[in-house]
């Protein structure tokens, strides 16, 4: 069993950042590849960043490339997102993930097995 726990969520203005952790317990040995959803109210979740095991491999929704930055702790088995020049469409609930599939990355959200409770992002203009 693995648990999967968002925390860093909160109200910001437009301009400021967070940076948004994902801690894992559990069964943390099956967890390879992991990524950040989001879904904003009345829409469909979305892909937002993925980074492989190694961390050497990561990608990015267009929209977030170059405010947005995965990084992994394996030791702490815990993921980041760094958010920075934050717009009020990035205002969602975001949600880490994690699967098993290793060497390699996904924005596929059907690919991913484990799925945190989600934080909540607002942003204010």
């Known amino acids: 069993q693995v648990q999967l726990v968002e925390s860093g969520g909160t109200l910001v203005q437009a301009g400021g950042s967070l940076r948004l952790s994902c801690a894992a317990s559990?069964?943390?040995?099956?967890?390879?590849?992991m990524a950040w959803f989001r879904q904003a109210a009345g829409k469909e979740r979305e892909f937002v960043a993925t980074?492989?095991?190694?961390?050497?491999?990561?990608d990015y929704v267009d929209i977030v490339k170059g405010r947005f930055t995965i990084s992994r702790d394996k030791a702490k088995n815990t993921m980041y997102l760094q958010m920075n020049s934050l717009e009020p469409e990035d205002t969602a609930v975001y949600y880490c993930?994690?699967?098993?599939?290793?060497?390699?990355?996904?924005?596929?959200?059907?690919?991913?097995?484990?799925w945190g409770q989600g934080t909540q992002v607002t942003v204010s203009s």
């Open positions: 993930a994690g699967n098993r599939l290793n060497n390699m990355i996904t924005s596929n959200p059907k690919l991913y097995d484990f």
């Open positions: 559990g069964f943390t040995f099956s967890i390879n590849g």
């Open positions: 980074i492989d095991s190694s961390g050497s491999m990561t």
